[in-house]
């Protein structure tokens, strides 16, 4: 049981430039997120999924795509990055949205935009 | 839209001794879950304590325990016995219903020797 995994752990990239930050988790969990972490800021939701199929926004979206084809995995797509993309990004996962249960969070990917 | 505030931007404490963080919440809900999570430098997040908003119980676990206070909006989280491996920041988060958590802007903790 490897909970959630995030792939790579850093990235740089140059303005402009397209990525995908591949998250996956095996512990069968409906509700997957994306968090981007800047200093001072906490934590804040960029994309949600309840189900492989059904994606949501959350607090700052712009600039990024997901889609969730599996249960499994939630990739989180940068179209065009830009030097305010600079983050550590976190995928988390959690069982279903009705029960109290905790998120679990990946070891995070730190993501340099130049 | 629920806010998560975190007043200490940065607070150090004696090993052995006790220390208390501070969150203040807003929300106009009734129903809700709220949650402290550990950031070690190696950039984790690991959950330290959760508490469920209908319960008046307050949470604890081990050398953790939180102060809820509903009605004031006020979730502080105390250490006791205060450990070097304490070191971290420390996010207060709010949950509601459907499981989106908001975070604060953290506290770093600093336990000294």
Known sequence: ?114 | AQTVTQSQPEMSVQEAETVTLSCTYDTSESNYYLFWYKQPPSRQMILVIRQEAYKQQNATENRFSVNFQKAAKSFSLKISDSQLGDTAMYFCAFRDYGNKLVFGAGTILRVKS
């Open chain 1, 1 to 114: 049981n490897a909970g959630v995994t995030q792939t790579p752990k850093f990235q740089v990239l140059k303005t402009g430039q397209s990525m995908t930050l591949q998250c996956a988790q095996d512990m069968n969990h409906e509700y997957m997120s994306w968090y981007r972490q800047d200093p001072g800021m906490g934590l804040r939701l960029i994309h949600y999924s309840v189900g492989a199929g059904i994606t949501d926004q959350g607090e700052v979206p712009n600039g990024y795509n997901v889609s969730r084809s599996t249960t499994e995995d939630f990739p989180l797509r940068l179209l065009s990055a830009a030097p305010s993309q600079t983050s550590v990004y976190f995928c988390a996962s959690s069982s279903s949205p009705q029960t109290p249960r905790e998120q679990y969070f990946g070891p995070g990917t730190r993501l340099t935009v130049t």
